[in-house]
């Protein structure tokens, strides 16, 4: 019977791919299932036999763990080139967007909390 390796929602093609590579690598059959055209399935990837389970899983996290360390040095390398979006990038690159939903968030919270205060 079939085991749940990797729920696929939100998860980056890139990544999705290097997971798939990995099993293959390492001969772990699996097959996959798509959340379907009206998206009430689960997209995942699932183990054909479950008794692999935990050799899939200490692979899986030996890779998690590669990824995460290879996200954060790109990401600081990207902070140190400039490169990085960050609230002073975005309003750099607009101002006037940015000022907008900033309006709006304040906006939409003041109307939250005015009632509560009894400032209407």
Not at 48 to 56: F, G, V, W
Not at 80 to 105: D, H, K, M, W
Request: hydrophobic share 45%; proline share 3%; with cysteine.
């Amino acid at each position: 019977m079939g085991a749940l390796l990797l729920r696929l929602k939100n998860v980056p093609e890139d990544e999705y791919q290097e997971v798939c590579d990995l099993l293959d690598a390492h001969d772990l059959a699996y097959y996959e299932t798509n959340a379907g055209f009206w998206g009430v399935g689960m997209a995942a990837i699932w183990l054909n036999d479950a008794d692999q389970l935990p050799r899939a899983h200490a692979l899986l996290n030996e890779y998690m763990q590669n990824r995460q360390m290879k996200m954060q040095a790109d990401y600081e390398k990207a902070l140190s080139n400039g490169e990085a979006r960050t609230l002073r990038s975005t309003f750099s690159q607009q101002p006037v967007t940015f000022t907008l939903y900033l309006l709006a968030i304040v906006g939409i919270l003041a109307l939250s909390v005015l009632p509560f205060l009894g400032l209407n």
